[in-house]
Protein backbone atom coordinates (compact mmCIF):
# COMPACT_ATOMS: atom_id res chain seq x y z
CA UNK A 1 0.00 0.00 0.00
CA UNK A 2 1.15 3.33 -0.68
CA UNK A 3 1.96 5.75 2.13
CA UNK A 4 0.51 9.29 2.49
CA UNK A 5 4.24 10.50 1.62
CA UNK A 6 4.38 8.59 -1.38
CA UNK A 7 1.17 9.29 -3.21
CA UNK A 8 1.87 12.67 -2.06
CA UNK A 9 5.04 12.59 -4.21
CA UNK A 10 3.27 10.63 -7.09
CA UNK A 11 0.79 13.41 -7.46
CA UNK A 12 3.04 16.71 -6.85
CA UNK A 13 5.49 15.36 -9.31
CA UNK A 14 3.40 14.84 -11.83
CA UNK A 15 2.09 18.64 -11.83
CA UNK A 16 5.24 19.65 -11.62
CA UNK A 17 5.68 17.54 -15.20
CA UNK A 18 3.04 19.36 -16.82
CA UNK A 19 4.87 22.84 -15.68
CA UNK A 20 7.54 21.69 -17.34
CA UNK A 21 7.16 23.05 -20.52
CA UNK A 22 8.41 25.49 -22.87
CA UNK A 23 4.98 26.55 -23.44
CA UNK A 24 1.49 26.20 -21.40
CA UNK A 25 -2.05 27.19 -22.36
CA UNK A 26 -4.19 28.87 -20.39
CA UNK A 27 -6.19 25.92 -19.95
CA UNK A 28 -3.80 23.62 -19.01
CA UNK A 29 -2.88 26.24 -16.57
CA UNK A 30 -6.35 26.45 -14.92
CA UNK A 31 -6.63 22.31 -14.76
CA UNK A 32 -3.13 22.17 -12.90
CA UNK A 33 -4.22 25.39 -10.87
CA UNK A 34 -7.42 23.11 -9.85
CA UNK A 35 -5.33 20.18 -9.17
CA UNK A 36 -2.68 22.27 -6.91
CA UNK A 37 -5.36 23.89 -4.98
CA UNK A 38 -6.76 19.96 -4.03
CA UNK A 39 -3.01 18.84 -3.28
CA UNK A 40 -2.54 21.64 -1.08
CA UNK A 41 -5.91 21.27 0.82
CA UNK A 42 -5.02 17.80 1.12
CA UNK A 43 -1.28 17.83 2.09
CA UNK A 44 -0.36 21.58 2.97
CA UNK A 45 -0.72 20.78 6.44
CA UNK A 46 0.51 17.43 6.59
CA UNK A 47 3.48 16.89 8.97
CA UNK A 48 4.29 13.33 7.50
CA UNK A 49 5.19 14.79 4.36
CA UNK A 50 8.02 17.32 5.90
CA UNK A 51 10.09 19.31 3.87
CA UNK A 52 8.54 17.49 0.60
CA UNK A 53 5.84 20.54 0.78
CA UNK A 54 8.05 22.58 -0.51
CA UNK A 55 6.75 21.34 -3.85
CA UNK A 56 3.49 22.59 -3.37
CA UNK A 57 5.16 25.89 -3.57
CA UNK A 58 7.29 25.90 -5.81
CA UNK A 59 4.72 24.15 -8.35
CA UNK A 60 2.40 27.18 -7.30
CA UNK A 61 5.70 29.53 -8.61
CA UNK A 62 5.47 27.70 -11.49
CA UNK A 63 1.97 28.58 -12.20
CA UNK A 64 2.31 32.51 -11.51
CA UNK A 65 5.33 32.04 -13.22
CA UNK A 66 3.55 31.13 -16.57
CA UNK A 67 1.10 33.54 -16.15
CA UNK A 68 3.58 36.43 -16.45
CA UNK A 69 3.21 37.36 -13.02
CA UNK A 70 6.87 37.26 -11.55
CA UNK A 71 6.38 38.85 -8.38
CA UNK A 72 4.20 36.63 -7.19
CA UNK A 73 5.94 33.34 -8.58
CA UNK A 74 9.74 35.12 -7.01
CA UNK A 75 6.97 35.29 -3.32
CA UNK A 76 6.26 31.55 -3.83
CA UNK A 77 9.68 30.23 -4.65
CA UNK A 78 10.93 32.26 -1.84
CA UNK A 79 8.27 30.10 0.50
CA UNK A 80 9.83 27.19 -0.94
CA UNK A 81 12.74 27.75 -0.15
CA UNK A 82 11.57 28.54 3.28
CA UNK A 83 9.89 25.50 3.77
CA UNK A 84 12.54 23.35 2.48
CA UNK A 85 14.73 24.68 4.89
CA UNK A 86 17.61 25.69 2.07
CA UNK A 87 18.37 26.98 -1.16
CA UNK A 88 18.05 24.80 -4.20
CA UNK A 89 19.28 25.08 -7.90
CA UNK A 90 15.83 25.22 -9.62
CA UNK A 91 14.85 27.90 -6.70
CA UNK A 92 18.04 30.16 -7.70
CA UNK A 93 17.56 29.78 -11.21
CA UNK A 94 14.01 30.85 -11.18
CA UNK A 95 14.73 33.44 -9.41
CA UNK A 96 18.11 34.54 -11.30
CA UNK A 97 15.45 34.23 -14.36
CA UNK A 98 12.75 36.50 -12.70
CA UNK A 99 15.48 38.82 -11.82
CA UNK A 100 17.26 39.30 -15.69
CA UNK A 101 13.72 39.76 -17.20
CA UNK A 102 12.58 42.90 -14.72
CA UNK A 103 15.78 44.75 -15.46
CA UNK A 104 15.11 48.02 -17.08
CA UNK A 105 16.47 48.39 -20.76
CA UNK A 106 17.94 51.72 -20.78
CA UNK A 107 17.01 53.85 -23.91
CA UNK A 108 20.36 55.24 -25.57
CA UNK A 109 21.93 57.64 -24.40
CA UNK A 110 21.71 59.80 -27.77
CA UNK A 111 18.68 59.53 -30.05
CA UNK A 112 20.70 59.77 -33.32
CA UNK A 113 21.81 57.06 -35.84
CA UNK A 114 25.59 57.65 -33.93
CA UNK A 115 24.36 57.40 -30.74
CA UNK A 116 22.47 54.49 -31.85
CA UNK A 117 25.62 52.56 -33.59
CA UNK A 118 27.27 53.33 -29.98
CA UNK A 119 25.36 51.72 -27.61
CA UNK A 120 24.69 48.84 -30.49
CA UNK A 121 28.65 48.49 -31.27
CA UNK A 122 29.30 48.24 -27.13
CA UNK A 123 26.30 45.75 -26.62
CA UNK A 124 28.07 43.54 -29.32
CA UNK A 125 31.50 43.98 -28.03
Known amino acids: MESNNESYLRLINHVLDQLDKTEI???????????????????????TIGTDRYLLYQAQAMVHYWNHDNQSAAIWIQQAVNVRGSRYP??????AGIRIM????????????????EVTAAIVA
Open 102 to 117: EQPVSPPRKSTLRGVL
Open 25 to 47: DSATLEAVQVRLDKLAARYQDDE
Open 90 to 95: FADEML
